[in-house]
């Protein structure tokens, strides 16, 4: 009786303390869950009314396409507990495939210009939340001030006003995100940021998808 008795005690203490444990984690999955903000960065550009559609590959009255590898990025963004978001704003900008912004700021960056290419989206989500854009990687480049090579990253505002998330995503299994020295800033979170390779999008780009999630 008295050794059931003390099983008994012992059971409900371990089953108080997975409780506590499933609620602490329950608490934390949703914050843990959301996409996290990195820098803006100093090249957002500095006119966004030129061209802003969902094809960065092209531009309007050019013959010739943006040089570089075709990737079509696809994503949804999603409020806390996975509802899509219909009518967000996504802006996307990008160094061209040499690793250049077309930004004053990036003026003394050797990399060439691409005169083919747009480096900026204004995006709006669909009912479902979806949102894509064709483009090209991006090339990674120096950061002067740092003495250090960014991996290959899109830039991204997500929403407008004051919840507006301001981010960055990554590539998936890109040699040089060990030793980007954003990623290892950020440390595991950053896992959030790194897209999927999935299936191939129109005209043959490789594809990446991304889900976004905004609070609440
Ligand atoms: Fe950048």
Not at 73 to 95: F, K
Not at 135 to 156: A, C, D, F, N, S
Not at 164 to 187: H, K, V
């Amino acid at each position: 009786m008295h050794t059931s008795r003390r099983r008994a005690v012992l059971l409900l203490s371990a089953g108080a303390l997975s409780a506590c444990a499933a609620r602490v984690e329950g608490e934390e999955a949703p914050g843990a869950a959301l996409t996290p903000s990195e820098i803006e960065g100093p090249f957002f550009p500095s006119n966004t009314q030129i061209e802003r559609d969902a094809d960065l590959t092209r531009l309007a009255g050019r013959s010739e396409r943006a040089a570089g590898a075709l990737i079509e990025v696809r994503g949804r963004v999603l409020d806390a507990n996975g509802r899509p978001l219909p009518g967000v704003v996504v802006e996307l900008w990008q160094a061209n495939a040499a690793g250049r912004y077309a930004h004053e700021r990036d003026a003394a960056n050797t990399a060439p210009l691409d005169p083919n290419f747009q480096g900026y989206a204004a995006l709006r989500t669909g009912a479902d939340g979806r949102f894509s854009a064709l483009t090209i990687k991006p090339g990674g480049y120096l950061v002067p001030e740092m003495g250090q090579r960014r991996t290959p990253h899109l830039h991204w505002h997500v929403g407008q006003g004051g919840d507006r998330l301001t981010t960055q995503s990554y590539f998936p299994g890109e040699p040089a995100n060990e030793s980007d020295f954003l990623i290892r800033a950020m440390g595991d979170p950053v896992r959030r940021l790194i897209m999927a390779a999935g299936a191939a999008g129109a005209e043959g780009a490789a594809g990446f998808d991304w889900d976004i999630l905004l609070p609440g």
